[in-house]
């Protein structure tokens, strides 16, 4: 069965400091995607970014890179030069190509301090 | 990407009552789906719409309670009906879109706010 790990429900960083947010899967399927999700306290769900489990390099959207380790499962979400506006729950997620529904982890929610 | 919005962003009901959520799309999608988030939690998939046919349902949700219209490619109602304060909740839909990869990424609404007294 697929599924989502966030072991991490909450994580402190400083200012303009580097962070990594957790994320394990598991699946069968050898096509899949990996997402990661900002929610702030409006409630709304923002797609962050991308990775296809056959890319060979690791997604990056600005200050957002995906650190996908395939044989292990992971794909942590890392977050450089953070910002106090940075502060939400982040999900992870899994979805597959055979039509599969996407699910989500528990979340982690961030603080960044000043 | 795709441009979602949903109406009321919020609201304060009795219990018992009826509230319809509305999600409208800036482009035709086959499907919308429609998410719960109790607080704390994460998303749970409620059911899937598909425009000209019934919508299904997840395990633990029904259409009784959760009714679903879908009257064109670019629009769906979700009602949370007999509410009670369980049902206090973030209410999303989203849709697909053809995404960097192979699989399809998903675009949330803003989400309705719901409270029941």
């Known amino acids: 069965a697929q599924k989502i790990t966030q072991t991490q429900p909450g994580m402190f960083v400083q200012e303009k400091e580097a962070v990594t947010l957790d994320c394990t899967y598991d699946t069968s399927d050898p096509s899949y995607g990996l997402f990661w999700y900002k929610q702030p306290s409006s409630g709304e769900m923002i797609f962050l970014i991308y990775?296809?489990?056959?890319?060979?390099q690791n997604a990056t959207e600005g200050r957002y890179s995906l650190n996908f380790q395939k044989a292990r499962k992971s794909a942590n979400l890392v977050i450089s030069a953070s910002q106090l506006g940075d502060s939400a729950m982040y999900f992870c997620?899994?979805?597959?190509?055979?039509?599969?529904?996407?699910?989500f982890g528990a979340g982690t929610r961030l603080f960044v301090k000043a | 990407s795709a441009v979602i919005s949903q109406k009321p962003s919020r609201d304060i009901c009795q219990r018992g009552t009826s509230l319809t959520i509305q999600c409208q799309v800036d482009?035709?999608?086959?499907?919308m789906f429609w998410y719960r988030q109790q607080p704390g939690q994460s998303l749970t998939l409620i059911a899937t719409a598909n425009q000209g046919s019934e919508a299904t349902y997840e395990s633990g949700f029904v259409i009784d309670k959760f009714p679903i219209s879908r009257p064109n490619l670019t629009f769906s109602t979700l009602t949370v009906s007999n509410m009670s304060p369980e049902d206090s909740s973030i209410y999303l839909c989203?849709?697909?879109?053809?995404?960097?990869?192979?699989?399809?990424?998903?675009?949330f609404g803003p989400g309705t706010r719901l409270t029941v007294l």
């Open positions: 989203s849709v697909e879109r053809p995404g960097q990869g192979a699989t399809d990424t998903q675009y």
């Open positions: 482009s035709q999608v086959t499907m």
């Open positions: 990775q296809g489990s056959y890319d060979q």
């Open positions: 997620a899994m979805t597959n190509t055979g039509g599969f529904k996407t699910i």
